[in-house]
Nanobody
Framework: VQLVESGGGLVQAGGSLRLSCSAS????????MGWYRQRPGEQRGLVGT???????NYVNSVKGRFTISRDNTKDTVYLQMTSLKPEDTGVYYC?????????????????WGQGTLVTVSS
């Protein structure tokens, strides 16, 4: 399974962006998916997650501003970001847990996307 993110870019403070993350592969079923970000000089950290049935959780710093959703028919998860701040600048990564049939056995694995850069100017 591979994840491909898109939608990053440069935006002014107060603006909005929507990131997308699409999964591709064969014989897989996505479980919980998440968005992480790595801000300059920091380690990668959690932004929020969404379960397969749509339950979401967010870190406090993005609550009320960011919304995670998913389209299970397209194997895609979204991150809608509003009221962006310069401190939201960073590389945003998609993560997914999934089950995949391998030699007639379901294997549970995890995969990361390549990341997409979000820059918020002040």
């Amino acid at each position: 399974v591979q994840l491909v993110e898109s939608g990053g870019g440069l935006v002014q403070a107060g603006g909005s962006l929507r990131l997308s993350c699409s999964a591709s592969g064969s014989d897989f079923s996505l479980n919980t998916m998440g968005w992480y970000r790595q801000r300059p000089g920091e380690q990668r950290g959690l932004v929020g997650t969404i379960t397969s049935d749509g339950i979401t959780n967010y870190v406090n710093s993005v609550k009320g501003r960011f919304t995670i959703s998913r389209d299970n028919t397209k194997d895609t998860v979204y991150l809608q970001m509003t009221s962006l701040k310069p401190e939201d600048t960073g590389v945003y990564y998609c993560n997914a847990g999934y089950g995949q049939i391998d030699s007639d056995v379901v294997r549970y694995r995890e995969v990361w996307g390549q990341g997409t850069l979000v820059t918020v100017s002040s």
